[in-house]
């Protein structure tokens, strides 16, 4: 009689674990994300006009503008971009981006912008980053109103064989003002290699300058 309880025992205890280990599975079923849940991301103007912008508008998946900063420097907040009058050569379109100081306060801008192609409703970046040709200038105060330039070098993908390109569409620039992490955008549609390969660099940028007319 002895032996037979026992076992009753053992059977009723192991019941009792299998018991718990199938309410713990379903425990962690609770915790993981309902069916269709999405992760949001910022999506880049929805204008897809074939033509290049004059105004700028919210980054693709960047970082809020900043507002302004204790350093004097120029921050995407302080900023607005546009393009100026372009011309070719040897197979490449140079054209001024220019930043104009819209903030009531001046501000100091310098050296080089980062630039880069982006594309998709996402803002994802399409190739290599703009190449910095020369130099870093010299500080340039910009007070309201006021404008500094920078010559950005945009080559003719279709001189590339397309395997090695890879050629993408393109929404327009992802540009950083100097010293700065927020980001801002311009529309420039067009075609860029996908490829970060590629020989060469399909996309240029010089220092800043005074103006509007960096060359």
Sequence with gaps: MVRVRISQVGLAASAAAVAFAVSACGGGTNNAQPPGGTTSATTPPSSSSPAPSSTSSAAPSSSPAAGPGGNGLCKSGDL???????????????????????SDHPCTIQGFPGVS????????????????????????????????????????????????????????????????????????????????????????VKTLVKGSNAQ
């Design 80 to 102: 607005k971009l546009s393009f100026g009058q372009g011309n070719g050569a040897a197979g490449t379109v140079y054209r001024p981006l220019i930043f104009t100081n819209v």
């Design 117 to 204: 192609y982006v594309g998709g409703s996402d803002g994802h970046q399409i190739g290599q980053a703009a190449f910095r040709v020369g130099t870093k200038g010299a500080a340039i105060t910009l007070n309201k109103g006021d404008t500094a330039s920078t010559a950005i070098g945009f080559v003719n993908v279709q001189n590339y064989d397309p395997v090695t390109c890879q050629p993408q569409p393109v929404r327009g620039l992802r540009v950083y003002p100097p010293q700065e992490t927020a980001s801002m955008f311009i529309e420039q549609a067009g075609t860029a290699c996908a490829n970060q390969n590629i020989p060469g660099n399909q996309l240029t």
